[in-house]
T-cell receptor
Framework: EVQILESGGGLVQPGGSLRLSCVASGFSFSGFAMCWVRQAPGKGLEWVSGISGSGDNTNYAESVKGRFTISRDNSKNTMNLQMNSLRAEDTAIYYCAKALYGGLEYWGQGTLITVSS | QSALTQPRSVSGSPGQSVTISCTGTSSDVGGYNYVSWYQHHPGKAPKLMIYDDIRRPSGVPDRFSGSKSGNTASLTISGLQAEDETDYYC??????????FGGGTKLTVL
């Protein structure tokens, strides 16, 4: 059974940093791309960042480029999202998902980030 | 990285069919056979309903079907049921490990 679990959410002040983690099980982790998707309050889903199975290739939404860094440790079946220079508009539920080109197959339950003073 | 265009809302009566459109560009929807659709109940994880434009994951009822023509993809839900009422999102692969979502469509079952 595939399981995906995010952690690291919480309240952070504007300009602050936070590191999200995603632990996956039930599939060959290194064989699949992964990504982060977020949903701000009252808004739709927004793709944030993606990473290849090897970790050699990454990409970011323009809204987070230069502030967020995605990484993965295949030995620990873990993916991370380092978020710096956080803004109020980064407030959202952040989801981790197992990615196929054709669709995001499995999702975690999400972790809430609130950026506020 | 502009969001794909979906209608904000659609509605239908139980037993009827509804179709949700999703319009992108040749750089995403029209450039790959990788459109997917998600059902999202607030507070829960999104659920993959259609992938690779037209394929249905195991366990998804065959009332849900996907299609695509050019830069526009569509999700059709036939035999509407009350539990289908929620938000639906389209998504397309856009190359280089990037994806783009639609703005979401709220389905109301009358």
């Amino acid at each position: 059974e595939v399981q995906i679990l995010e952690s690291g959410g919480g309240l952070v002040q504007p300009g602050g940093s936070l590191r999200l983690s995603c632990v996956a099980s039930g599939f060959s982790f290194s064989g699949f791309a992964m990504c982060w998707v977020r949903q701000a309050p009252g808004k739709g889903l927004e793709w944030v960042s993606g990473i290849s199975g090897s970790g050699d290739n990454t990409n970011y939404a323009e809204s987070v480029k230069g502030r967020f860094t995605i990484s993965r440790d295949n030995s620990k079946n873990t993916m991370n999202l380092q978020m710096n220079s956080l803004r109020a508009e980064d407030t959202a539920i952040y989801y981790c998902a197992k990615a196929l080109y054709g669709g995001l197959e499995y999702w975690g339950q999400g972790t809430l980030i609130t950026v506020s003073s | 990285q502009s969001a794909l265009t979906q209608p904000r809302s659609v509605s239908g009566s139980p037993g009827q069919s509804v179709t949700i459109s999703c319009t992108g560009t040749s750089s995403d929807v029209g450039g790959y056979n990788y459109v997917s659709w998600y059902q999202h109940h607030p507070g829960k994880a999104p659920k993959l309903m259609i992938y690779d434009d037209i394929r249905r994951p195991s366990g998804v009822p065959d009332r849900f079907s996907g299609s695509k023509s050019g830069n526009t993809a569509s999700l059709t839900i036939s035999g509407l049921q009350a539990e289908d009422e929620t938000d639906y999102y389209c998504c397309s692969y856009a190359g280089s490990y990037s994806w783009v979502f639609g703005g979401g469509t709220k389905l109301t079952v009358l």
